[in-house]
């Protein structure tokens, strides 16, 4: 056998290597900061990065909290998936409420219904409250233009902005944590996953997702070319006709502008192929929040979006 070859044979595999990365990162903040937690919504990135957490700091519990920023506008079955995988690892939940700052003054929603933009100054808000001055987010660098200019270590103002004009280089996987008073740190650990990446983990590992990752016969209706279900949140305006599709959805957000694809993948490796076979981001084909202008996601993430 040849050395090439034998090298090869004991390195490690792309998963291997992207989990150990991770696993890494997550340890190297956490050894950095004081007060870390961890953006979790139910969705499948942030269920991979907690389990990477938990794999991190095995056997022990993870030393920080897990924070969600409700919308009030979540898939109840998405919240459900949450609350049971909290309280299964033990793991502290911290909920920044939508609804109770619009109730209460904070923020005001906007006319037509979304709550997508409003969730910046509850998280700011949230972390304020708690002291925590880092924040680890599911956020890849394959999802949307903004977030591949993005640091893994990304630092935020006193006021929770980001300047993306203003970030610390990051080489050879070395990674200045150092913040001032006032300033804080997101912290991306899967930033250098793909789609694909996280599907084939989610299948190697056995990892548990809400159900609504996988394709069923769901009521649907078309808006704007994509596919929208039927829920307390989302119903259709006069005109859109309803009828039945196999759908699945690739990604989990605010249920009045997140849609849902056509798929018959009902398990993690038929995802996995399907994954495979297309060429469109999972937030450029399902959320309409993406598509109000080609700088959408990089204004909100100015403002301090996750």
């Known amino acids: 056998m040849s050395e090439t070859s034998e090298s090869r044979r004991y390195g490690l595999s792309q998963l291997d290597h992207l989990e150990a990365e991770a696993i890494y990162i997550i340890r190297e903040l956490v050894a950095e900061n004081e007060r870390p937690a961890l953006l979790f919504s139910g969705g499948k990135d942030s269920v991979v990065m907690l389990n990477l957490a938990v794999r991190a700091f095995a056997p022990g519990p993870v030393p920080f909290p897990v924070v969600h920023i409700d919308t009030g506008h979540n898939f109840d079955e998405v919240l459900e998936f949450?609350?049971?995988v909290v309280e299964e690892l033990g793991v502290r939940l911290i909920v920044g409420s939508v609804q109770d700052a619009i109730d209460e003054g904070f923020v005001r929603e906007e006319p037509n219904g979304s709550r997508n933009r409003i969730q910046t100054p509850v998280l700011i808000r949230t972390a304020e409250q708690h002291?925590?001055?880092a924040l680890f987010g599911g956020a890849r660098r394959d999802e949307?233009?903004?977030r591949a200019k993005e640091r893994v270590f990304s630092f935020r103002d006193d006021f929770g902005q980001w300047d993306p004009k203003n970030q610390r280089p990051e080489l050879w996987s070395l990674y200045n944590g150092r913040i001032h008073p006032g300033e804080s740190i997101r912290c991306f650990p899967l930033?250098?996953?793909t789609e694909l990446d996280i599907w084939q983990y989610i299948a190697r590992e056995g990892i548990e997702l809400p159900d609504i990752y996988y394709a069923r016969e769901r009521e649907v209706f078309l808006r704007d070319g994509m596919y929208f279900t039927i829920n307390q949140h989302c119903q259709p305006r006069e005109g859109e006709e309803v009828f039945t599709e196999s759908v699945r959805y690739r990604t989990v957000g605010d249920a009045t502008l997140t849609a849902a694809v056509p798929s018959t993948a009902t398990t993690p490796e038929e995802v996995v192929a399907e994954v495979a076979a297309t060429r469109i981001t999972e937030?450029?084909?399902?959320?309409?929040?993406d598509k109000v202008s080609e700088a959408a996601m990089e204004d909100r993430?100015?403002?301090?979006?996750?």
């Open 283 to 289: 937030r450029g084909a399902t959320r309409g929040d």
């Open 301 to 306: 993430k100015k403002e301090g979006y996750f």
């Open 144 to 146: 949307e233009k903004a």
């Open 191 to 193: 930033s250098n996953w």
């Open 82 to 84: 949450r609350d049971r």
């Open 131 to 133: 002291g925590l001055s």
